[in-house]
């Protein structure tokens, strides 16, 4: 009896396994190292700590995305104030791993230095894009880990 | 150089305990573990991560999502925090500007960090002072060497503020570490004055607090040493300038190896070379009678304040001949000097308190030069006839006595006491501290011992107090015993002495010369600080002092001093006023300095004739027997003089404002600035 406990025990384990695998290979091209780095930090100790960060990370890129979108939608295009929004969301994309964002952040910065309005436009909206995939990802691999 | 005053930082490793109270003290064990950063970052992710990051490598983090508020934790809790990590991008200040804030105000190394790489920012950061530039995504390895800039920043703190603040700050930075102090230094020993070493924390608190602590009395000399521009050889520097030569050997030394063993910041080949120079020719001048006495001349020299000067010049030249030769006690010549201008006599300036400081045991030779000395002096007698007993004092002054003096002193007023007494303290060696009335022949074969009652006396009767003769003598000894028993002893001593001797103030242990009045007056209260400075000023010294110095600072445990120089304290409570010099001597006894010291102290507050006897003890540098101890009486005081030059300087200082007077040691005794000049090289 004791054996079989084991063995669902063992299966379990390896389905956990399983998911989380695929969870990576769902996450891929999404988060990068840095991310791995935070999982590390994560121990008994603080068990949740890369959902509490990641929790946190959304909710403070929420608030500089519509900081961003209403500086945008004024239609004055302060450049400086743009670049200076998309710094801090870039350095708290990199922070949590957000590959994908973090590219947009790049692109979007650039666009503000040579004042292409544009560009910052298209590039925000693909940035919004990232930001949502990555968000629901996230959300479920927290889930299956659970 | 092994500075007595080591207690600023150097030599006590376990002092670290001692530097860095704040929470320090638990890091050091662990060190780096708890080292206490200060994240400062707008973006609450990044903060978070770092926060947990730092927290992985060990450290005590404390966020802060606001530069104002970062600022502000600062400010409040000066020394709650070991470094601080700062972001670029802050909306409410720029993080370069924080970095300056905080490089001014607190003195923290400061790392920035930042999502851009871009060279331009970089190069900021390099320019704005950073002592790092990190990368966003912070990775764990960055952060987990973080620490090493906490330790380099406080081994360049240690040595800078030593030096550029003057010897005379270093010294009394590490008297008022005192107990503190000695652990430092203990760790330290074997650096160079500077380097408070071991205890990274203690050490770089040590020397802040020492600043912090010291201002008023260094204010001057360290005011006056920092802005100089060119090098000047204060007491304290000269001390440790002949303490390195002692070291090496005087004919071998080199300014390389000098250089290194003195481990000056921003003291340069050349300018010891120069000195060097200069400092042998006045060795040859002085017939050679003991190099180290020359040193203790220079020594004195350099602390003698001003008035000095000339007269060093004047009889100087002579005297320190003839202290060099053992004839003339360090000390007279101080006093002959100060009788010459007429003013305080400042062992130190004489030279020959001062060569009695350097060489504890040539200093003896004071003994046998004694009746030159008497001729040589007579003439110089005359022209300061009462400042001899500032010389002579030294040896065992008490520091209240020397307070005593001071106020007594009508010679010169507060100031010839206290010149008086340094002098006395460091002509004590010689028992030429031949009070100011009389000059020298006072017989120079009992110079050393005799001299130091007689100079007490005589320097009581001097300042017209009855309990001057004891006095006198006590601070002379005590100054020696500072001196002999090491630098950190003395101070030790003499902050134990304080302590337990509540009259002891003699600050002989604890600064050289100087400070030892200073600290006579403030006794207890001072004692510490003063212990500090002595030490620090003894360390600078002399050389032989300086292990006692640092052991001193180690064992401010007045029994230990106690114990140890128990000869010592003989020589240390003649010393205590002449500590400067013998502390020097005696501070290689560590022993017998710390003993001497205790005891000086002691004697003083219980018998001034005690006193006397300790003087003898002088020699506490351990110095070999009885003979030794006289001579390092002698020698002590001008070593403890000289030693505690730069503590002298605070000394007279402390001692002049407890005075009432300004601290006008530094000008009249001319203490910090060694002028090579004056003395007739």
């Known amino acids: ?146 | 150089m092994m500075n007595p005053s080591q207690g600023r930082g150097l030599g006590s490793g376990g002092g670290s305990s001692s530097g860095r109270n704040k929470g320090g003290e638990a890091v050091v064990e662990m060190f780096p573990s708890g080292l206490r950063v200060l994240v400062v970052d707008d973006d609450p992710t990044c903060l978070m991560i770092l926060e947990r990051m730092l927290r992985t490598c060990l450290y005590e983090v404390t966020k802060c999502n606001r530069a104002e508020m970062a600022l502000s934790l600062l400010r409040k809790n000066k020394h709650g925090f070991d470094i601080v990590i700062s972001d670029v991008h802050m909306p409410d200040m720029d993080g370069f500007k924080l970095l300056e804030h905080v490089g001014l105000e607190m003195d923290l190394p400061v790392i920035m960090m930042s999502a851009d790489d871009s060279k331009s920012v970089v190069l900021k950061g390099v320019t704005h002072g950073a002592v790092d530039y990190l990368i966003k995504p912070v990775r764990m390895e960055a952060l987990k060497n973080i620490w090493q800039h906490v330790v380099r920043k406080r081994r360049s703190e240690w040595s800078v503020p030593e030096h550029s603040g003057s010897i005379e700050e270093t010294g009394q930075q590490q008297q008022q570490r005192g107990p503190a102090v000695s652990e430092d230094a203990a760790d330290d020993n074997a650096s160079s004055v500077n380097n408070e070493g071991n205890n990274w924390r203690s050490s770089s608190n040590n020397s802040r607090k020492r600043k912090e602590e010291e201002g008023d009395e260094q204010g001057d000399e360290d005011a006056s040493n920092l802005k100089k521009p060119r090098v000047v050889w204060s007491v304290e520097l000269h001390q440790q300038f002949v303490a390195a030569v002692n070291q090496l050997g005087v004919e071998k030394a080199v300014p390389k190896k000098i250089l290194e063993l003195m481990n000056v910041p921003g003291l340069t080949r050349e300018n010891v070379a120069s000195h060097l120079q200069k400092y042998r020719i006045y060795l040859r001048r002085l017939g050679g009678v003991s190099q180290h006495q020359g040193n203790l001349n220079n020594s004195f020299m350099t602390g003698q304040d001003a008035s000095f000067g000339p007269l060093s010049s004047l009889n100087g030249f002579d005297l320190q001949a003839l202290a060099v030769t053992g004839q003339l006690p360090a000390q007279s010549l101080a006093q002959l000097q100060a009788a010459g201008l007429g003013r305080p006599a400042m062992v130190s300036k004489s030279g020959l308190p001062v060569s009695s400081v350097v060489d504890e045991r040539s200093i003896f030779s004071f003994d046998n030069s004694k009746p030159r000395f008497g001729d040589g002096i007579g003439g110089h007698q005359t022209q300061q006839p009462q400042m001899n007993l500032l010389h002579g004092v030294p040896t065992g002054m008490e520091p209240r006595q020397l307070a005593g003096l001071q106020q007594q002193l009508p010679v010169g007023g507060n100031r010839m006491s206290i010149q008086q007494q340094i002098a006395a303290v460091r002509a004590g060696h010689s028992g030429m501290l031949m009070p100011q009335q009389q000059p020298f022949p006072r017989g120079p074969p009992s110079i050393r011992q005799p001299m130091l009652p007689n100079r007490i006396t005589e320097r009581s009767g001097f300042s017209g107090r009855s309990s001057v003769p004891e006095s006198s003598r006590v601070l002379p000894t005590s100054y020696t015993n500072l001196a002999t028993q090491q630098h950190s002893s003395t101070s030790v001593a003499f902050n134990s002495f304080q302590q337990e001797l509540p009259v002891n103030s003699f600050p002989l242990p604890s600064a050289p010369g100087l400070s030892v009045p200073a600290q006579v007056r403030k006794p207890l209260s001072s004692s510490s600080s003063y212990q500090e400075e002595v030490n620090s000023s003894e360390a600078g010294f002399t050389a032989p002092s300086y292990d006692m110095f640092s052991n001193r600072h180690n064992d401010w445990d007045l029994r230990s001093i106690a114990f140890d120089a128990h000869q010592d304290a003989e020589s240390v409570a003649f010393s205590n006023s002449e500590a400067f010099s013998f502390s020097s001597m005696s501070r290689n006894n560590n022993n017998n300095a710390t003993v001497a010291a205790t005891d000086l102290g002691r004697n003083q507050q219980q018998t001034l004739s005690g006193m006397v006897p300790h003087h003898q003890v002088y020699g506490n540098g351990g110095g070999g027997g009885s003979s030794v101890r006289v001579k390092s009486e002698r020698d002590t005081a001008a070593m403890a003089f000289h030693e505690q030059y730069s503590n002298q300087e605070d000394l007279m200082s402390a001692l002049l404002k407890q005075e009432g007077v300004a601290p006008v040691v530094d000008t009249e005794f001319d203490f910090d600035a060694y002028s090579i000049d004056d003395i007739p090289v």
């Open chain 1, 1 to 146: 009896m004791q054996r079989q406990v084991a063995l669902i025990k063992q299966s379990l384990f390896d389905q956990k396994i399983i998911i989380r695998t695929q969870m990576e290979k769902y996450m891929q091209g999404y988060l990068d190292e840095q991310f791995v780095e935070l999982e590390e930090l994560q121990d008994d100790a603080n068990p949740n700590f890369v959902e509490e960060v990641a929790t946190l990370y959304f909710k403070d890129s929420a608030r500089l995305i519509s900081n961003i979108e209403q500086a945008l939608e004024r239609g004055s295009f302060d450049f400086n104030r743009l670049d200076n929004y998309m710094h801090q969301f870039k350095g708290s994309s990199t922070s949590i791993g957000a590959s994908k964002v973090k590219t947009e952040c790049t692109m979007f910065r650039e666009y503000c230095r040579v004042g292409n309005a544009e560009g910052c436009l298209r590039t925000f909206k693909q940035l919004k894009k990232e930001h949502a995939t990555l968000r629901k990802k996230l959300e479920q691999y927290f889930q299956a880990s659970k």
